[in-house]
């Protein structure tokens, strides 16, 4: 079992910048591939960006592309995202996730480990 833990939300002005940390406990996530998911107000969960075991690949949505920044610390059994120039719209509840395996899941949704999620909040 992996445990998820994020940090990091807050409320911030549009255009401003967080860094969400996600750190895992109950075994290294140094193999493993990792994401970050979110859920507006009223809407289903939505992929975001994920990262693979080494970090040589990263997958991400078009709505984040060239702001978001996934990044991962194995020594540290932890994973970043950076959020520079960010949207009301980006406001949702931002989830960690971990898969078991080294690649990231073609099916998005198909991580097995979830966080609890940390709220981001962008005020315009």
């Known amino acids: 079992q992996v445990q998820l833990v994020e940090s990091g939300g807050g409320l911030v002005q549009a255009g401003g910048s967080l860094r969400l940390s996600c750190t895992a406990s109950g075994r290294p996530i140094r193999n493993t591939a990792m994401g970050w998911f979110r859920q507006a107000p009223g809407k289903g969960r939505e992929f975001v960006v994920a990262i693979n075991w080494n970090g040589v690949s990263t997958y991400d949505i078009d709505s984040v592309k060239g702001r978001f920044t996934i990044s991962r610390d194995n020594a540290k059994n932890t994973i970043y995202l950076q959020m520079d120039s960010l949207k009301p719209e980006d406001t949702a509840v931002y989830y960690c996730?971990?898969?078991?395996?080294?690649?990231?899941?073609?099916?998005?949704?198909?991580?097995?480990?979830w966080g609890q999620g940390t709220q981001v909040t962008v005020s315009s």
């Open positions: 996730a971990a898969d078991r395996g080294p690649a990231v899941p073609a099916v998005r949704n198909g991580f097995d480990y």
